[in-house]
């Protein structure tokens, strides 16, 4: 396949046993449209065991890998776009299936864009377990539905990526290097929107303990802040969370131990009574809407006493880190140059 509608794909993979089924349902669906090739950057740290990539069947002679040196997601797009000559790169998650009809779906969205739009994003579906209602992490998981711009199933021009200089690689984890990306890409003048193409994204497993970890992207939050102001949220169509409210129940324990110590007793009392109902209202937000099991009720009620200090440790963390960070992008004139010759 050549001309304006070329496009590679790029799969980020820390090697996990889910690369085989994204391959495979890839390999399944690009019968009518195939990619020039399909680019896997293995980004698992150090000496690793080389990859198996059979599972793409048919665009298996297509499939090349590279190694990014377990830099993170962003860092191991970055070593996969930069290889490409294809006019569109499309990147794609290793945790992702295609359906049948995605490279069918896929040339209709290239071949719909006009000259000023950067990139096409792809319709993600969260399938949840019939018969009783999610658990708290399969409800995230279901929020990518409706994030904007997820690199899950994102198409750009690869000229765009070049001219705002690809992915942020001082983001380390999956977690916002996609947003700081399409508010560069939309701040150099152009446009992203969403294709017709659809992508299924399985909710994988994980421990009781995923949700305390993943208080580390709250440092990302941080990055955000700096590099693109405090409306970055709105602009970027992200949910704001509940960072106030845990900034709140933090500062209301911290202030119960101050008390305390200097012998405040009632004033102690007050602030930890303010504590325990914050903390109590936070557990409530996600139990309710959750299977109430024993298991998930003990792991919300174990995990909402944790979450608000982690999240303010690591947003500190992340302030302090970045509090010198200048934001990435294109050149004088490079997104100009690029429009000009866009197909």
Same mark, same amino acid.
């Given at each position: 396949?050549?001309?304006?509608?070329?496009?590679?794909?790029?799969?980020?993979?820390?090697?996990?046993?889910?690369?085989?089924?994204?391959?495979?349902?890839?390999?399944?669906?690009?019968?009518?449209?195939?990619?020039?090739?399909?680019?896997?950057?293995?980004?698992?740290?150090?000496?690793?065991?080389?990859?198996?990539?059979?599972?793409?069947?048919?665009?298996?002679?297509?499939?090349?890998?590279?190694?990014?040196?377990?830099?993170?997601?962003?860092?191991?797009?970055?070593?996969?776009?930069?290889?490409?000559?294809?006019?569109?790169?499309?990147?794609?998650? $290793?945790?992702?299936?295609?359906?049948? $009809?995605?490279?069918?779906?896929?040339?209709?969205?290239?071949?719909?864009? $006009?000259?000023?739009?950067?990139?096409?994003?792809?319709?993600?579906?969260?399938?949840?377990?019939?018969?009783?209602?999610?658990?708290?992490?399969?409800?995230?998981?279901?929020?990518?539905?409706?994030?904007?711009?997820?690199?899950?199933?994102?198409?750009?021009?690869?000229?765009?990526?070049?001219?705002?200089?690809?992915?942020?690689?001082?983001?380390?984890?999956?977690?916002?290097?996609?947003?700081?990306?399409?508010?560069?890409?939309?701040?150099?003048?152009?446009?992203?929107?969403?294709?017709?193409?659809?992508?299924?994204?399985?909710?994988?497993?994980?421990?009781?303990?995923?949700?305390?970890?993943?208080?580390?992207?709250?440092?990302?939050?941080?990055?955000?802040?700096?590099?693109?102001?405090?409306?970055?949220?709105?602009?970027?169509?992200?949910?704001?969370?509940?960072?106030?409210?845990?900034?709140?129940?933090?500062?209301?324990?911290?202030?119960?131990?101050?008390?305390?110590?200097?012998?405040?007793?009632?004033?102690?009392?007050?602030?930890?009574?303010?504590?325990?109902?914050?903390?109590?209202?936070?557990?409530?937000?996600?139990?309710?809407?959750?299977?109430?099991?024993?298991?998930?009720?003990?792991?919300?009620?174990?995990?909402?006493?944790?979450?608000?200090?982690?999240?303010?440790?690591?947003?500190?963390?992340?302030?302090?880190?970045?509090?010198?960070?200048?934001?990435?992008?294109?050149?004088?004139?490079?997104?100009?140059?690029?429009?000009?010759?866009?197909?």
């Amino acid at each position: 396949m050549s001309g304006p509608l070329a496009y590679a794909v790029v799969v980020p993979t820390i090697g996990r046993a889910c690369l085989e089924e994204c391959l495979s349902a890839l390999g399944a669906a690009t019968a009518c449209h195939p990619p020039q090739e399909v680019v896997v950057v293995d980004d698992r740290p150090g000496p690793a065991r080389e990859l198996s990539v059979r599972a793409a069947g048919a665009l298996y002679g297509r499939v090349r890998t590279l190694r990014s040196g377990g830099r993170g997601p962003a860092a191991a797009r970055n070593t996969g776009w930069r290889t490409v000559t294809a006019p569109w790169t499309v990147f794609l998650d $290793d945790d992702v299936q295609v359906l049948p $009809d995605w490279s069918h779906r896929l040339a209709q969205d290239l071949r719909s864009v $006009d000259a000023a739009t950067g990139g096409v994003q792809g319709r993600l579906a969260v399938p949840l377990p019939a018969g009783r209602r999610p658990t708290d992490w399969e409800r995230g998981t279901a929020g990518l539905e409706s994030a904007a711009w997820a690199t899950a199933d994102m198409a750009y021009r690869t000229a765009v990526l070049a001219a705002v200089d690809g992915f942020d690689e001082r983001f380390p984890r999956a977690f916002r290097e996609d947003a700081d990306l399409a508010l560069r890409v939309r701040g150099a003048g152009w446009t992203l929107r969403q294709g017709r193409r659809g992508t299924r994204h399985p909710v994988r497993a994980a421990d009781r303990w995923v949700s305390v970890r993943a208080q580390r992207g709250n440092a990302d939050d941080a990055l955000m802040n700096r590099l693109h102001g405090r409306d970055w949220w709105a602009r970027a169509q992200a949910p704001r969370g509940r960072f106030p409210a845990h900034l709140l129940v933090t500062g209301a324990a911290l202030a119960g131990f101050g008390c305390a110590l200097a012998g405040r007793r009632r004033a102690a009392a007050a602030a930890m009574a303010l504590w325990a109902l914050g903390t109590a209202e936070f557990a409530l937000a996600r139990i309710r809407p959750g299977p109430r099991t024993a298991g998930e009720v003990t792991t919300m009620l174990a995990t909402s006493v944790v979450i608000p200090p982690l999240a303010v440790r690591h947003r500190l963390d992340g302030a302090i880190r970045h509090r010198r960070a200048l934001p990435v992008g294109a050149g004088p004139g490079g997104a100009e140059a690029v429009l000009r010759n866009a197909p």
